[in-house]
């Protein structure tokens, strides 16, 4: 027995302290290179939003160049999609979201080396930037293999909650997609139950195929490659605001 509580167990281990509420779970994991360090404490603070300052009415002021809509990713991993989609939409800004350390360290270095520009990152807790964000601001969001948080008592920190998608709602343009991929079939389920009781979204699927096909584009994660070698399959949900 060493004595500590649970609040210190969790930040030895870089997880969140018990009852946080928050829907991530570690914050640090190996300790970063020194070429992650160094970006950390250089680029990071030029492309972290501002959540002390009100947020502009329009959020293209974010960016240093000309675009023509705001997407925002939530949970962007080892920022592999992120990266794509950037490199991709260079007249799109892109906000995105990783309370993970080396996530975020490993998105800075794809910044520098592929010469991104229509990129704002946020390194805690992506419920803030929800709150910051204006009314019908975003035109895209991606919510990709988030934490399922599998244990029944742990349920609540799921993303797309009941309040959650609530928040989505308001942030989101009318006609704006939410693009939500698991491949965990008791999170897809529960995804599905609670847009189905949201006056603010519908589900787009025709037929199987539709959730089962990755979007057009799509290059696949680490997280999905992993679920791939574990033998569970991706699926792949569009909700659209109304």
């Not at 947020?55 to 999609?81: C, N």
């Amino acid at each position: 027995m060493t004595g500590e509580n649970e609040d210190e167990k969790a930040d030895r281990e870089g997880a969140p302290p018990r009852g946080h509420g928050a829907f991530f779970g570690r914050r640090k994991g190996k300790t970063l290179r020194p070429g992650h360090a160094g970006l950390m404490a250089a680029s990071l603070p030029d492309l972290r939003l501002d959540l002390d300052r009100p947020a502009p009415a329009d959020l293209h002021a974010l960016f240093p160049v000309d675009i023509r809509q705001v997407w925002l990713e939530i949970g962007f991993g080892g920022g592999e999609h992120l990266t794509q989609r950037a490199g991709e939409n260079p007249d799109v800004g892109f906000i995105g979201c990783e309370a993970y350390v080396n996530g975020t360290a490993k998105m800075l270095a794809q910044i520098e080396q592929n010469g991104l520009a229509n990129v704002r990152l946020w390194d805690e807790d992506a419920k803030r930037v929800v709150e910051w964000l204006p009314p019908a601001s975003i035109d895209r969001l991606y919510l990709l293999y988030p934490d399922p948080w599998p244990k029944r008592r742990h349920r609540k920190r799921r993303f797309l909650g009941e309040e959650m998608l609530a928040r989505l709602a308001r942030i989101l343009k009318p006609g704006a997609e939410l693009r939500f991929a698991t491949d965990i079939d008791d999170y897809a389920a529960y995804a599905l139950a609670r847009v189905a009781r949201s006056a603010d979204f519908v589900w787009t699927a025709e037929r199987q195929a539709d959730w089962l096909t990755p979007w057009e584009g799509w290059r696949s994660t680490r997280y999905e490659a992993k679920a791939l070698r574990e033998g569970r399959r991706g699926a792949y949900f569009t909700f659209r605001r109304v």
